[in-house]
């Protein structure tokens, strides 16, 4: 059973319908991808889940029950617009935000150090949140969010401000937090971490989600049936019979090709008509990147909003 459904919710603002008949499903230990254009619906439904505000119709489950109001304390969001308090010390500041999640002052303090040894903070503890860059600031709120250890966290834009180094920083944090049994919900426009991290997606688009399932299945279903191999030392294109070859180029000691794959084709039957002679290095199936299939996706025709 799912952690987390969304079933059929619809929800409009005075003649405009941000979300229509959305339903998705995010799994325990799982990172789910909640894509989609600016102003697709994305926010609305971040919204509900958080009980923010409520759908006009369907319903929001959390372990197979309607979501209320204390099951907020097993959720973290962490909002694309940030919020800290630019004159109040950061160390402070962390603690209190821990205690209004239900943390003892002791245990709020000793868990934020923790996080603050961990993420590499600590000498900022008695500074002021508006003297930390934007990144440091983020790192904040990143812990704000996770520290009482919620079964649910939702990141919009987790990775705004940071720079690569930090960025990659977080991406460990998460794949540690999923490790541990954490459902995730990631919505990013940066579709190369969505390629990282992960396991399944929902593209939402004119309100309706238009594209979902596992990552790696979408990736292979929208594939061009290509390959790309890299061998070592010369090749003679004249010996590669019934291989249509897309792309070829040389390198020094070597070189890279990119095959049409016939219907029917595998890897092992393009190895087994190579010539013997070639010095094989690698071969791969090419499948599209998650860039490419959401623009294509949110191009088709098919799905322009009239």
Not at 132 to 158: A, C, N, R, W
Not at 171 to 193: C, F, P, V, Y
Not at 232 to 238: E, I, Q, R
Not at 291 to 303: K, N, R, Y
Request: charged share 25%.
């Amino acid at each position: 059973m799912a952690y987390l459904e969304v079933d059929n919710v619809t929800k409009r603002y005075s003649g405009h319908t941000a979300l229509s008949g959305v339903s998705l499903q995010a799994h325990q230990g799982r990172i789910f991808g909640l894509l989609g254009p600016n102003g697709a619906g994305k926010s609305s439904l971040i919204r509900i889940i958080n009980r923010i505000t409520a759908p006009d119709s369907g319903e929001v489950r959390l372990e197979g029950h309607p979501i209320t109001e204390q099951d907020l304390s097993n959720i973290g969001y962490l909002p694309e617009e940030r919020g800290l308090y630019p004159k109040m010390m950061v160390g402070e500041q962390a603690v209190y935000l821990a205690r209004l999640k239900g943390l003892s002052k002791a245990e709020a303090e000793c868990r934020v150090r923790q996080w603050f040894e961990r993420l590499e903070i600590m000498p900022w503890w008695k500074k002021r949140v508006e003297e930390l860059s934007k990144g440091m600031q983020q790192k904040v709120q990143f812990i704000t969010t996770v520290l009482h250890e919620p079964k649910l966290l939702i990141f919009d834009e987790p990775f705004s401000g940071f720079d690569p180094v930090n960025a990659e920083l977080l991406k460990r944090e998460i794949l540690e937090l999923k490790a541990q049994g954490t459902t995730l919900i990631l919505s990013t426009h940066n579709m190369q971490s969505v390629e990282e991290l992960c396991d399944d997606i929902a593209l939402i688009h004119h309100s309706q989600v238009v594209l979902s399932g596992q990552t790696e299945a979408i990736r292979r279903a929208h594939g061009a049936h290509t390959a790309r191999l890299t061998y070592d030392g010369a090749l003679d294109l004249s010996l590669l019979h019934g291989l249509e070859i897309l792309e070829h180029t040389e390198r020094e000691h070597g070189g890279t090709l990119r095959l049409q794959l016939a219907p029917g084709d595998t890897l092992y039957s393009v190895v087994h008509q190579l010539p013997s002679s070639l010095q094989l290095q690698s071969i791969e199936q090419e499948y599209p990147s998650m860039h490419d299939i959401f623009l294509q996706t949110v191009q088709d025709p098919s799905l322009r909003h009239e």
